[in-house]
């Protein structure tokens, strides 16, 4: 399995562009994630979802939008890009039940808006 | 509703040295927890978790923690530093069978002098 994978690893945008992050995970895990970190602030979530069609907004999804059209595949849409949205993000995937609801993280993309 | 607290944004030790990274907890419901470590431009993997099993857990590495329901604590330990433990950690709770959002704490640095 190669887990979860994301790309780009880095971009460089400038204000007022607009970008994909693309994430992608091969477990058929139903629940994904999408982060922000900053430094020392730890992770803030942006959305979720819980299943193909399904998605919902978590702490900090202005700016952002998200697709789930498929178990797979979970992209986060930035339109117009911000000083603000400078940050590392990170997809996770989780799988539920059995004790597990442990999340499994991609290797994240280093966005810069200039 | 829930919440981390991880005391302490940078713990620094001597090579050799015990590890104790501090983690403590709210949750309304009994928590499913966890301690994440990310090492320099990576994503978060899982070191250890929790989950109503045993209170004492071990992870990989060497490092375990231990379930304090009365202390609302889930500390980590590891008897001997490394350098190669210098990263990142998270600790993270969710509520067992319920919400399936995770919250994190702010993270703590570890720095490993030789």
């Known amino acids: 399995n190669a887990g979860v994978t994301q790309t780009p690893k880095f971009r460089i945008l400038k204000i007022g562009q607009s970008m994909t992050l693309q994430c992608a995970q091969d477990m058929n895990h139903n629940y994904m994630y999408w982060y922000r970190q900053d430094p020392g602030m730890g992770l803030k979530l942006i959305y979720y979802?819980?299943?193909?069609?399904?998605?919902d907004k978590g702490e900090v999804p202005n700016g952002y939008n998200v697709s789930r059209s498929t178990t797979e595949d979970f992209p986060l849409r930035l339109e117009l890009a911000a000083p603000s949205q400078t940050s590392v993000y990170f997809c996770?995937?989780?799988?539920?039940?059995?004790?597990?609801?442990?999340?499994?993280f991609g290797p994240g993309t280093r966005l810069t808006v200039l | 509703a829930q919440s981390v607290t991880q005391l302490g944004s940078h713990v620094s030790v001597s090579e050799g040295a015990l590890v104790l990274l501090r983690c403590n907890y709210s949750s309304s419901v009994p928590p499913y927890l966890f301690w994440y470590v990310q090492y320099p431009n990576q994503g978060l993997q899982l070191l250890l978790k929790y989950t109503s099993a045993a209170t004492l857990v071990k992870g990989i590495n060497g490092f375990e923690a231990e379930f304090k329901k009365s202390e609302t604590s889930f500390h980590l330990t590891k008897p001997s530093a490394h350098m190669s433990d210098a990263a990142e950690y998270f600790c993270?709770?969710?509520?067992?069978?319920?919400?399936?959002?995770?919250?994190f704490g702010r993270g703590t640095s570890l720095i490993v002098h030789p």
């Open positions: 996770a995937s989780m799988v539920r039940g059995g004790g597990r609801d442990e999340q499994f």
């Open positions: 979802s819980v299943g193909a069609g399904i998605t």
């Open positions: 993270a709770v969710s509520e067992a069978g319920g919400s399936y959002i995770p919250t």
